[in-house]
């Protein structure tokens, strides 16, 4: 344990002597409280929870697919992450400070979304709700979380980065995290069941809300982070093969 503390406070010192790599994970979720939230849901104490909510799993993907993704990416380009792998704690103690650091920097990014939510909106939610909350984001950010070390160990830095953006907006939109429950356009309302983000983000509503899960979605989501578990295991092995051999 102590290793893993050790690896996770090197990596989080690392980050934060960066404060626009920090800022910038939460900025876009906190920007579209401000622009989308806040002036169109604001007044409305149910669409403010459930539009809160989204930016909550907006900002766990957002700071999941680029904090592993892009972070593992660059780590591999550099001969240090060669090094530690090499050493004889092995790389599980490296592994787990990296998840721990992903997760700090997941709850820094959603910190101006709740507080933004609370000041400025009518959103309400009780400590029992924000609790069962907190337990659904942490579910909902498993399959992003997958996704993004999937991206981090299968690709170089620079296609790590373009293949995050790419499909970033897609999950988001497409899952609905962009308008409220039920309010989607028809195709969105279609696809979203099958997509991780509304898995995700149905759980959420749920602990915050009167909203019934899909069955649908929660299979969906299932089936999501068990297939970004195996291609992100698939990912680790391959780079390992290629690193040692």
Do not use: C, N
């Not at 721990?100 to 029992?128: D, E, H, K, N, R």
């Not at 997509?195 to 149905?202: D, F, I, K, N």
């Not at 899960?213 to 291609?231: D, E, G, H, P």
């Amino acid at each position: 344990m102590s290793l893993v503390l050790t690896h996770t406070r090197y990596r989080i010192l690392e980050t934060v002597r960066i404060p626009v790599a920090v800022l910038g994970g939460a900025f876009f979720p906190a920007a579209s409280m401000l622009f989308f939230v806040v002036p169109f849901a604001g007044d409305d104490p149910v669409g403010a929870t459930y539009a809160t909510a989204s930016m909550v799993m907006f900002a766990v993907m957002t700071s999941s697919l680029f904090t592993y993704g892009v972070g593992v990416a660059d780590d591999r380009a550099q001969p240090w992450g060669t090094y530690v792998r090499t050493l004889p704690a092995g790389p599980g103690a490296a592994f787990a400070g990296r998840i721990l650091t992903g997760l700090t920097m997941m709850g820094i990014s959603l910190v101006p979304v709740v507080i933004i939510g609370w000041l400025f909106t009518a959103a309400t939610a009780s400590p029992l709700q924000l609790l069962v909350a907190l337990g659904a984001v942490a579910l909902g950010a498993l399959p992003f979380t997958f996704m993004g070390l999937a991206i981090g160990y299968w690709l170089p830095t620079k296609a790590a980065l373009a293949v995050a953006q790419i499909i970033f907006f897609p999950l988001a939109f497409g899952g609905g995290l962009l308008s409220a429950p039920g309010s989607a356009p028809g195709f969105v309302e279609t696809i979203a069941p099958y997509l991780p983000t509304r898995g995700a983000v149905e759980l959420v509503w749920a602990s915050v809300g009167d909203f019934p899960v899909s069955a649908t979605s929660m299979a969906a989501l299932v089936a999501w982070t068990a297939a970004m578990a195996a291609l992100a295991a698939w990912a680790y092995r391959r780079d390992e093969g290629e690193r040692f051999r």
